[in-house]
């Protein structure tokens, strides 16, 4: 096998390795021990009953990963085959449907009266609230992040590690932002976050760094894990998840490395702690909340760092990131269940069984939770 290829296997593999119970090195075609097995649900004591609105189908995600969009009483979400579904937001109705005629691998992303979706032959499109395609913009790169947009700029990351700026009326390309790659590279669903002029990214080597939406040159870059160990495998250390702004602080976590937190006007770091992941991170008013590589998830006091609690009843789930839904922490797992946790002691409060796929998106509303399933299920839940 080329080392070409293997490489490429071993990104994809480790894409994986860090929110499920298969193991990359196993895949490969190395002697290692047998993979982790999820950990089977165990009775719980109820205290929250989560309550299904509506439910409505989406389409099959075919291997990718979308994330619905809420805004202004309508819910958008995505499929791979390119239809595109617009849900009324208070029943779940469909508004309107549409075809974007391309296969996609990412999104959704809606703002300057856009719809933004990345294919999975390398492309940024952009269609009208109505459907109607406005442009195409090629980026060289599978795109399977959802992209931000800010300051009339459209701004998506390509697996290879590049940042783009498009420009949002008509596609044209901005600005490109890239370095020289490590060998091997997470696969990133995280996208970028666009805070206020700049758009803020998790980097390779363990960087988290910020670009200025009109040119995309780059306004401060911290560390927050250096890559370490004898081996490529080792010594991969990406910031794979969203990081999340709390103030005048910004957090984020590194696969194989830490959890940081920095003062973003001095750069200067708060506290780090050693919890390797590669999902976004939460907040609330007190707590900073991951799920860890084998699916703990874990709260970290937002001043010091210090371990709140850790719950493990839920490890090799494959969960998605956490998210802060009415004062509770809740995450999906692998199954279509969603899960409610105390934020004060990590207790499972409340359970929800959805269709039975792995759930691959929560998006936090007023007074609710739009979830995505694999099957193509969207439901608005509330707590």
């Not at 449907?97 to 703002?111: H, I, N, P, T």
Request: glycine content about 10%.
């Amino acid at each position: 096998m080329k080392p070409l290829r293997i490489a490429l296997l071993a990104a994809a593999a480790l894409a994986l390795a860090g929110c499920s119970s298969w193991n990359p090195l196993v895949a490969l075609g190395f002697k290692t021990a047998p993979a982790h097995l999820p950990t089977p649900l165990s009775p719980i004591n109820v205290q929250v009953t989560p309550r299904v609105i509506w439910t409505a189908n989406a389409g099959k995600s075919q291997g990718f990963s979308f994330r619905p969009v809420s805004q202004g009483g309508h819910v958008y979400a995505a499929a791979a085959d390119g239809t595109v579904s617009v849900f009324d937001e208070d029943t779940g109705r469909v508004a309107s449907k549409f075809d974007a005629k391309k296969r996609l691998s990412g999104g959704l992303e809606v703002g300057d009266g856009k719809i933004i979706a990345g294919t999975s032959k390398g492309e940024v499109i952009a269609l009208d609230m109505n459907g109607k395609a406005l442009w195409t913009s090629p980026v060289g790169g599978e795109v399977i992040a959802p992209a931000a947009i800010g300051s009339n700029v459209v701004v998506v990351r390509v697996t290879d590690g590049r940042i783009l700026g498009l420009a949002s009326d008509d596609g044209k390309r901005k600005w490109v932002f890239q370095r020289a790659m490590p060998p091997l590279l997470l696969r990133s669903e995280a996208g970028v976050l666009a805070v206020g002029r700049d758009v803020v990214a998790g980097y390779p080597n363990g960087k988290l760094l910020a670009l200025d939406l009109e040119d995309g040159k780059l306004t401060w870059e911290v560390s927050v894990a250096l890559p370490r160990g004898a081996t490529e495998l080792e010594r991969i250390a990406d910031v794979a998840g969203l990081p999340v702004i709390d103030g005048a602080q910004v957090c984020a976590g590194a696969f194989q490395g830490k959890v940081a937190c920095f003062e973003i006007q001095s750069r200067n770091m708060v506290w780090s702690r050693d919890v390797s992941t590669s999902r976004a991170l939460a907040r609330d008013g007190k707590n900073i909340y991951v799920v860890d590589d084998s699916s703990a998830v874990q709260a970290l006091d937002k001043a010091q760092g210090a371990s709140v609690w850790k719950q493990d009843k839920l490890q090799y789930r494959r969960l998605t990131a956490p998210v802060i839904v009415d004062a509770r922490v809740v995450v999906g797992d692998y199954q279509g269940y969603l899960h409610v946790l105390s934020p004060d002691n990590g207790d499972i409060v409340g359970r929800l069984a959805t269709d039975g796929t792995a759930i691959q998106s929560l998006v936090p509303i007023a007074g609710g939770l739009i979830v995505q399933t694999a099957g193509g299920s969207v439901l608005l839940v509330r707590i």
